[in-house]
């Protein structure tokens, strides 16, 4: 149980054009998503926490204006990157906590490499 | 703010040898820990975790980790290397309250294993 998917698994745009990453929760409800950036050899780092119905909080130096996050549903959190350029290219990795489960459990989906040429 | 120091970038054993990755914390609580392993292109997967109790904790694929409060530390052992263990792993520490929790990463340390 406990799985999360991410689609797609790759995507390559143009430069200037947006991208639509989708995070779904297969066999639970998630009230909390949360969305991460990894540069090549980097560490994990958070974007920004959404919470279904309502406005996604962003961590501090994130344009919340270029990386728009939508999570409408309690097993479907979205974000898209706007206007995209080469610096974007990255790693994107969602992960979702069980509604009513613990405080802590996060489980990762498998990521979306995004190449921005 | 709760945050986790991974010393060392890059780690290489021997097949058969002990592998130790070095994580260290901060928390003004009782903190929540994790290691997380990451293969090439893909995905965390969740090796083990500590909450509360016993301070030794077993994961999976033979790894485990020591949660020593007086030391700060939540270092990941393995007796014995497997060149299937080459990767790269990551510590991790719950950071906020309840509903406003998140996991917040360390550095990571990849993990080569010589023949």
């Known amino acids: 149980g406990a799985v999360v998917s991410q689609h797609p698994s790759w995507v390559i745009c143009k430069s200037g054009t947006s991208v639509k990453i989708e995070c779904r929760s297969l066999?639970?409800?998630?009230?909390?998503m949360f969305w991460y950036r990894q540069f090549p050899k980097q560490s994990l780092m958070l974007m920004a926490t959404?919470?279904?119905?309502?406005?996604?909080?962003?961590e501090q130096g994130v344009e919340k204006d270029k990386f728009l996050i939508n999570h409408a549903s309690l097993t479907l959190s979205t974000l898209t990157v706007t206007s995209a350029h080469p610096e974007d290219s990255s790693f994107y990795i969602c992960?979702?906590?069980?509604?009513?489960?613990?405080?802590?459990?996060?489980?990762f989906g498998p990521g979306t490499r995004l190449t921005v040429t | 703010a709760q945050s986790v120091t991974q010393l060392g970038s890059h780690v290489s054993v021997s097949e058969g040898a002990l592998v130790l990755l070095r994580c260290n914390y901060s928390s003004s609580v009782p903190p929540y820990l994790f290691w997380y392993v990451q293969y090439p292109n893909q995905g965390l997967q969740l090796l083990l975790k500590?909450?509360?109790?016993?301070?030794l904790v077993k994961g999976i694929n033979g790894f485990e980790a020591e949660f020593k409060k007086s030391e700060t530390s939540f270092h990941l052992t393995k007796p014995s290397a497997h060149m299937s263990d080459a990767a790269e792993y990551f510590c991790?520490?719950?950071?906020?309250?309840?509903?406003?929790?998140?996991?917040?990463f360390g550095s990571g340390t990849r993990l080569s294993i010589r023949p």
């Open positions: 992960s979702a906590r069980v509604s009513g489960g613990s405080s802590y459990e996060q489980y």
């Open positions: 500590y909450t509360t109790g016993a301070t």
């Open positions: 066999d639970f409800q998630a009230t909390t």
């Open positions: 991790a520490v719950k950071s906020g309250d309840s509903s406003a929790s998140k996991i917040i």
């Open positions: 959404s919470n279904e119905g309502s406005k996604a909080t962003y």
